[in-house]
């Protein structure tokens, strides 16, 4: 755009190329199989001519990049399929949970480019140590990003309570952080790059949502319970993660499943996390509180009573929250992530029964019950996902 | 439009005209205060020449209509404040629920022109005597329809899960109907006019959302709870009811509040109907099943040791379900219907002492309890705003 007399004519025309390079990206980067600029002008309702000059400018700015052409399905010239490019757009993921930070550099394809990640127990952390030590991580992997790779920002998952936009912590229950600020303690580590701060459970969710390759449509409308120490949630609906008022909807870790139920750590009791958190699992399978689920699968296996009723209260627990999630948010599916990821196979029958008693429209929709990847850092891949979206969303403002 | 040569570019500028008219009547329609053409050119961002002649052609129409001029606030000529027309337009808001039949004849502005409404005991009732019965009253309410008034449309309030487009009631337990086309049942008595098919608590809730005079704002983000013999619920959020994958969202009457809670009539048990509906509040009271929630009232202002505990039974569930919702949906406020509105003054201490203790971001964003009217018949409102909207969104079929 310039200032010139004929600038209104330059810059309408501008801004007409920003958006509708945006249709374009979005609408490549939304389907679930590679489109040819062909299908890509019948989606947009784009001429084919332009459809063409924007994919070239896609293609050499590397938001899209050509795969060989396939003459699968089509008439005359074989096309040409246009995939989200590896090359050049790339955002950072960071994580703090109760037992790991992650750092990780993940690119438009949503493949992890290059990570670290370092277990230790982080209940009852100082926030002020653990964000520095997360700066440092941070730092070491920007300063060994391949020249030619574009840091679209970063993105920081935290569990628990997260005030939007500010992007200030007000809770994280099982961490035992209150009221941080976040961005200020990493301001040194990014420099000039963007942060954004999300609750954890909505980043994996993302995380899911956006899966490649995945089921067409299958990821688009579920509800995400992830277990750690702590239960986390989130809602999405059409692709969307559900904010609410304030961007903390999903919270199924704290809803009552028993309300003469155990303590749980938010200071009410009888919360679905008081059921199926770690620890509990841990407690419940005679195991130490560091314990890994893998753990609990163990003992399980080998027919441990006590892990076995631990498993079956969890099991419980998890249905009756579930159903209570299900009559409130009419969403068709259940995804495991995290530790429930890990022992979702040993307690799906139980849930399901559990659900099957208690929705009400079960007879004429049965919720499915998907087993997540149980990477304990999806979060950190939905946190550089929301950042790159912003790429995809206005590519105009990222090409050079 | 028409079909000779130019018919194109009529077609197009009669579309234009039509978009137009919608985005004028829904800016009009949304304001919380009534706004003048002036006002409504800057909201649309279209030309004050152009607004003025299509409110004219709205005021015309009867879907606005013009108020005495205003001088508040104003410089130069007084402006005329736009309302909704009250004339011409109607809708028919049909309702049944486990104790009453309402059919109500609704305005623009969401008054009742003309209604009949009878109570009786409806639980375990036959579906086609009663859609017969309701047949009959709608037919003689739209036959004393003044002559100038346009029927938009019908919409039906049944408690229970409905399925949507079709309209086809899939279970509504405690009318004890099941699979019920109720749109089939009344088609002789609706002749041509259109009918919609929607949940009770799903149109009690919009007619919440949309009642005038009311703050401005207040009513678009709430938790709608609404007790009879059933306890219905709804979600909505800037507006609009939550509608979820199916439109079941919002059941808050089936979340669980105690696993080993009583049984409910939805085969489950420990939900929060089976604490807070009215024939459990009754039977606490010592009273008989026909009784009603005022009824329950004096017997507490009496001090009945018995009533008062069910009322602290019934606070602690709805206080645990309602913690339950804001969890998973993070809406601001809760608002009670039906007989919920009746005892609400009387539980809601307990209820807030509950949600301070349960809610996780209470501290940052305390729900605020909202008494609601406590129209029985709030539904049948509800169904005929529905319908009404779509004269709202597309004045242009309307007008002739």
């Known amino acids: 755009m310039n200032g010139t007399a004929d600038g209104r004519g330059n810059a309408s025309q501008a801004s007409l190329r920003e958006v509708n390079l945006a249709l374009i990206a979005t609408t490549a980067f939304a389907a679930p199989e590679p489109r040819s600029r062909a299908e890509l002008a019948q989606r947009t309702a784009l001429s084919r001519a332009t459809v063409s000059r924007l994919v070239d400018e896609l293609v050499r700015g590397e938001v899209l990049a050509e795969q060989e052409r396939s003459t699968a399905g089509a008439r005359g010239r074989p096309a040409v399929p246009l995939v989200p490019s590896p090359a050049r757009f790339v955002a950072l993921g960071l994580q703090v949970n109760t037992s790991r930070l992650t750092a990780r550099v993940v690119d438009l394809t ?3 480019v290059a ?3 370092q277990a230790g127990d982080l209940v009852g952390s100082d926030p002020a140590e653990v964000l520095g030590e997360l700066g440092s991580i941070a730092s070491r992997l920007m300063a060994r990003l391949p020249r030619h790779q574009r840091l679209a920002g970063a993105g920081l998952a935290l569990p628990g309570i997260v005030s ?4 200030r912590l007000l809770r994280a229950p099982n961490l035992g952080w209150a009221e941080v600020d976040a961005a200020e303690h990493l301001r040194t580590a990014l420099g000039p790059v963007r942060l954004q701060v999300g609750n954890e459970a909505d980043l994996a969710a993302l995380s899911v949502a956006r899966a490649r390759p995945g089921v067409p449509g299958a990821n688009r409308d579920f509800i ?5 120490i702590g ?3 989130a809602a999405v609906r059409d692709g969307a993660v559900l904010r609410g008022s304030h961007g903390w909807a999903g919270e199924i870790g704290h809803v009552c499943v028993d309300p003469n139920g155990p303590a749980c750590r938010c200071g009410a009791n009888g919360c679905l996390e008081s059921f199926a958190g770690r620890r509990v699992l841990l407690a419940g399978a005679g195991l130490p509180p560091d314990g890994s689920p893998h753990d609990v699968l163990a003992r399980a296996g080998a027919g441990d009573p006590g892990t076995l009723a631990a498993l079956e209260r969890a099991a419980d627990a998890l249905g009756t929250a579930v159903s209570s999630a299900v009559h409130l948010l009419d969403l068709p599916a259940v995804v495991l992530g ?4 890990v022992i979702g196979p040993l307690i799906r029958d139980r849930v399901e029964g559990v659900l099957a008693r208690r929705v009400i429209s079960n007879p004429w929709a049965a919720v499915d019950i998907v087993i997540g990847s149980g990477d304990p850092s999806d979060a950190a891949t939905g946190a550089a996902l929301a950042e790159l979206e912003r790429v995809v969303a206005n590519p105009a403002a990222y090409l050079s």
């Open 110 to 112: 949503g493949a992890t």
């Open 115 to 117: 990570q670290h990640s």
């Open 164 to 167: 939007t936009p500010s992007g």
């Open 224 to 228: 995400y319970v992830s277990g750690e």
């Open 231 to 233: 239960i986390g949630g």
């Open 338 to 341: 995290g530790d429930l990821a």
